[in-house]
């Protein structure tokens, strides 16, 4: 065997070693080994069965999905309990087809905040889909415009935070971002919650040193034009080092990019920055950041169940029109050594 062909074996055994990688050939390589990433932020509802398959192919292991506005506003508690058991129940379901394991964040986005007869029966009814299996975090709250309704809906869920003991994921306002992220940080103090339990989310260069100064998760949403792109994270990286930030694509049903975690590790090591950096950043951070709730573990995806998709979830498959299902005998483990899957 020639030099080159072993070289291909070898790249085509590592990544055959990846549960889904070997079922969909022509993934998306970026790194000459496959790391494990999780994204902490994804709102998989949105998006197809495509971005499963090349998240997974690109070594993403594990998803956590806030629960969110959909873009247009619901006008019935109804509409908010449907959603919030969909992304607990069926998108976990369908994440565990592509060999993901996916958790939730449970909360009142600040934009229907603003609407006060919906927050009230919203607030009500909060409680028990935070206590279910898989939520990591309450989530995602904060300001929007910054009103009156938004602030008294973020106290009131910090407070349920705190009562359940959950960590807490705080999304900052697009517009005046600065004034909204530090005011975000005193209400969290305010109401007496430890920095070590808030991931404050969509940083960038103006908010990111006081976030870090003042002991907050600094997330950071690698989203195409508006939020974050990733050579300015890369930036963020060589200047602040790794230390609690965490790095997420918030892809949703805009322009936003499922391969964001991924693809900014590998321009990170391109760049130069060191690999443990790289794992801090795209990995590990976000698993000491929400494993507080007790809810996620790395064992999860280490020893995974292997993947059938002639499971049903209350009556129905992922597959449609006679599809041959995917079905494996057992589950390939993967090894935490450098976070290489072997
Ligand atoms: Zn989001």
Redesign the pocket.
């Known amino acids: 065997m020639d030099g080159s062909s072993a070289y291909q074996n070898r790249k085509r055994s590592d990544i055959g070693k990846s549960a889904v990688a070997l079922l969909y050939s022509g993934n998306f390589r970026t790194l000459d080994t496959l790391m494990m990433f999780i994204d902490p ?1 994804a ?1 998989m509802i949105s998006r197809t069965t495509e971005d499963y398959q090349a998240m997974a192919a690109s070594g993403v292991v594990a998803v956590i999905e ?1 629960a ?1 506005w959909l873009g247009q506003p619901r006008t019935h508690v109804g509409s908010y309990i449907d959603y919030l058991s969909s992304i607990l129940g069926f998108e976990r379901f369908r994440a565990g087809q592509f060999g993901m394991r996916h958790y939730c964040t449970i909360g009142l986005n600040s934009k229907e905040a603003n609407n006060e007869e919906l927050a009230e029966a919203v607030m009500e009814i909060l409680p028990r889909f935070a206590l279910k299996e898989g939520v990591v975090a309450i989530g ?1 709250i904060g300001y929007d415009e910054q009103t009156e309704l938004e602030d008294r809906y973020f106290r009131q869920q910090l407070e349920l935070a705190k009562e359940l003991e959950l960590p807490v994921m705080v ?1 900052t306002p697009h517009r005046d971002k600065k004034r909204g992220t530090s005011r975000s940080m005193d209400v969290c103090i305010e109401h007496g919650i430890d920095p070590s339990m808030v991931v404050i989310d969509h940083n960038n260069e103006e908010t990111v040193k006081e976030v870090l100064d003042r002991g907050f998760w600094a997330a950071f949403s690698i989203y195409p034009s508006t939020k974050m792109g990733n050579e300015r994270m890369v930036d963020i990286l060589s200047d602040y080092g790794a230390n609690r930030i965490i790095v997420d694509s ?1 892809c ?1 049903w805009g322009i936003s990019e499922p391969l964001g975690v991924a693809k900014t590790a590998s321009l990170a090591l391109k760049r130069g920055i060191p690999e443990e950096n790289v794992r801090l950043a795209c990995y590990q951070n976000a698993l000491d950041a929400y494993s507080q709730s007790g809810q996620m573990k790395e064992s999860d995806w280490l020893d995974p169940a292997p993947i059938d998709q002639r499971t049903v979830y209350e009556g129905n498959s992922i597959l449609r029109g006679g599809r041959e299902p995917l079905v494996q005998e057992s589950a390939p483990s993967r090894s935490t050594d450098n976070l290489i899957i072997e």
């Open positions: 932020h709102h806030p969110f995602e999304h918030a949703d």
